[in-house]
Nanobody
Framework: QVQLQESGPGLVKPSQTLSLTCAVSGDSITTRNSFWTWIRQPPGKGVEWVATINHLGITFFSPTLRSRTSIARDTTKNQFSLHLRSVTPEDTAVYYC????????????RGQGTQVTVSS
């Protein structure tokens, strides 16, 4: 049974870069046809897909966040990470990592989530 655990700073200043890591256990991020995704949920809003990296390291991005987002993986640690540049208070959200079946999906086993607040 796959387990995912997010980690990262809870508070980021505006204009800085948000960096989060997802540690995966019970599955490999190189498992064929697997998709490893970041999603977020701002306060009072619905879930939003951010980015996905698949088992080959191919990346997919939300069109609205693409210009500020990168996603990477470390296969030796079985982890993947998210970097969101030039953050604003609108990036405040609970961020989740998800083991999905397709890029762009928000469904699937997920971590418990990590609250990120953008504030000076």
């Amino acid at each position: 049974q796959v387990q995912l655990q997010e980690s990262g700073p809870g508070l980021v200043k505006p204009s800085q870069t948000l960096s989060l890591t997802c540690a995966v256990s019970g599955d490999s991020i190189t498992t064929r046809n697997s998709f490893w995704t970041w999603i977020r949920q701002p306060p009072g809003k619905g879930v939003e897909w951010v980015a996905t990296i698949n088992h080959l390291g191919i990346t997919f991005f939300s069109p609205t966040l693409r210009s500020r987002t990168s996603i990477a993986r470390d296969t030796t640690k079985n982890q993947f990470s998210l970097h969101l540049r030039s953050v604003t208070p609108e990036d405040t959200a609970v961020y989740y990592c998800v083991r999905g079946a397709n890029p762009g999906t928000t469904d699937g086993p997920r971590g418990q989530g990590t609250q990120v607040t953008v504030s000076s």
